[in-house]
């Protein structure tokens, strides 16, 4: 038995997913030019690493004007100690200027103009674009990428790793870009009690089939004990995260799409 949605409800689905895909066609050429890795995305930031640098040149070369327009005119000072102070200036801001993004930036990948992120908040910080529709590309895209995910919220990705190695998914998967990148969630009911799970129903994926035991990504139990997700991962704000994970179960009702704004990991 499938209950079908409300006019209410199915507006609402609509409209999160268009907003959500409006945003992301905005940014789409932008993020179609990252160079993606097995465990790292490259951004093209040559334009700040080149200005950086120009900067730094032109108050290093302007400096050496000093001794020859300052001469003898300041008693008891050579004038090579501003020479000296303004260089050492100048090395403070362009390491300054290479430290902004992330915290391991290797001076040949700032000297290319490119920083190679490691994590969905890295590449928000270098790109601004919102984490969210980073992780729609990450999750539309993932079949056609060799990009490996770790970190605490890689729930909603095939390809995953328990340790650290992998690009980390440090942000957790709001419901309105699941439902934009073409996955839904549905709360259903076997002799165990309530369970979500996920759909992927983008186009040419088979559809949804009940009473029999398949794999789904889902969260077993909705109401799962926050100080075991404490012990695990953390505070950070993870009791407010529903978390999926590969589960074999089949179920006898489905109750539903599920609407309530929450988070998945």
């Given at each position: 038995m499938m209950s079908t949605p409300s006019p209410s409800t199915s507006a609402t689905i609509e409209s999160r997913a268009s907003t959500v895909i409006t945003e992301y066609d905005?940014?789409?050429?932008?993020?179609?030019?990252?160079?993606?890795?097995?465990n790292s995305i490259t951004v093209d930031c040559r334009l700040y690493s080149r200005a950086a640098l120009a900067l730094a040149a032109f108050v290093v070369l302007g400096s050496l004007v000093i001794?020859?327009?300052?001469?003898?005119?300041?008693?008891?000072?050579?004038?090579?100690?501003?020479?000296?102070?303004?260089w050492f200036a100048a090395g403070f801001g362009l390491i300054a200027a290479k430290s902004r993004y992330v915290n391991d930036w290797p001076w040949h990948d700032f000297l290319r103009g490119q920083v190679v992120c490691t994590s969905v908040r890295d590449l928000a910080e270098v790109t601004g674009i919102?984490?969210?529709?980073?992780?729609?590309?990450?999750?539309?895209?993932?079949?056609?990428?060799?990009?490996?995910?770790?970190?605490?919220?890689?729930?909603?990705?095939?390809?995953?790793?328990?340790?650290v190695t992998g690009f980390v998914i440090d942000v957790p998967v709001?419901?309105?870009?699941?439902?934009?990148?073409?996955?839904?969630?549905?709360?259903?009911?076997?002799?165990?009690?309530?369970h979500l799970i996920c759909i992927d129903v983008r186009l040419g994926v088979r559809g949804i089939?009940?009473?029999?035991?398949?794999?789904?990504?889902?969260?077993?139990?909705?109401?799962?004990?926050?100080?075991?997700?404490?012990?695990?991962?953390?505070?950070?704000?993870?009791?407010?995260?529903?978390?999926?994970?590969?589960?074999?179960?089949?179920?006898?009702?489905?109750?539903?799409?599920?609407?309530?704004?929450?988070?998945?990991?």
């Amino acid at each position: 038995m499938m209950s079908t949605p409300s006019p209410s409800t199915s507006a609402t689905i609509e409209s999160r997913a268009s907003t959500v895909i409006t945003e992301y066609d905005a940014h789409l050429q932008q993020m179609r030019k990252w160079i993606v890795a097995e465990n790292s995305i490259t951004v093209d930031c040559r334009l700040y690493s080149r200005a950086a640098l120009a900067l730094a040149a032109f108050v290093v070369l302007g400096s050496l004007v000093i001794p020859f327009t300052v001469g003898n005119k300041v008693v008891g000072v050579d004038p090579f100690q501003f020479v000296n102070f303004i260089w050492f200036a100048a090395g403070f801001g362009l390491i300054a200027a290479k430290s902004r993004y992330v915290n391991d930036w290797p001076w040949h990948d700032f000297l290319r103009g490119q920083v190679v992120c490691t994590s969905v908040r890295d590449l928000a910080e270098v790109t601004g674009i919102h984490a969210q529709m980073i992780l729609l590309y990450l999750i539309h895209n993932e079949p056609k990428h060799t990009l490996t995910m770790s970190g605490p919220y890689r729930g909603i990705f095939k390809r995953k790793l328990e340790d650290v190695t992998g690009f980390v998914i440090d942000v957790p998967v709001h419901l309105s870009t699941m439902l934009a990148s073409g996955y839904l969630i549905f709360k259903v009911l076997n002799e165990k009690g309530e369970h979500l799970i996920c759909i992927d129903v983008r186009l040419g994926v088979r559809g949804i089939t009940s009473r029999i035991e398949e794999n789904y990504k889902a969260s077993m139990d909705i109401g799962r004990d926050d100080l075991d997700l404490e012990r695990k991962y953390g505070t950070d704000g993870l009791d407010k995260v529903i978390f999926l994970a590969r589960q074999q179960f089949g179920w006898n009702k489905m109750l539903g799409l599920y609407v309530k704004d929450s988070k998945f990991g």
